[in-house]
């Protein structure tokens, strides 16, 4: 079983920064996918960012440039660092863990981007 703690949300303005962070209980950490993903009021989650257990990286066109996701297998950590925030990056994030045929998903935490 893993559980997957997330945290770093908060309120910024609009052109500001935070960092989240998702910490994984077990032992696959090092050989699964991770994943950030969000979910806004009214709207379907969606992918953000993924690191795959190789270290490859991918992103939402709508965070390109703007968004850095990393991890620290020693730590069963991965990072979302997000800079230049836009009013519509609000949304609850949520972490997740992938390897095939298992998943797992955090408890989410909120960001707010205030105008």
């Known amino acids: 079983q893993v559980q997957l703690v997330a945290s770093g949300g908060g309120l910024v303005q609009a052109g500001g920064s935070l960092r989240l962070s998702c910490a994984a209980s077990?032992?696959?950490?090092?050989?699964?996918?991770m994943g950030w993903y969000r979910q806004a009021p009214g709207k379907q989650r969606e992918s953000v960012a993924e690191v795959t257990s190789g270290g490859s990286t991918n992103y939402a066109d709508s965070v390109k440039g703007r968004f850095t996701i990393s991890r620290d297998n020693a730590k069963n950590t991965v990072y979302l660092q997000m800079n230049s925030l836009k009013p519509e990056d609000t949304a609850v994030y949520y972490c997740n863990l992938a390897r095939t045929p298992l998943r797992y998903w955090g408890q989410g935490t909120q960001v707010t981007v205030s105008s």
């Open positions: 077990g032992s696959i950490f090092s050989s699964a996918a």
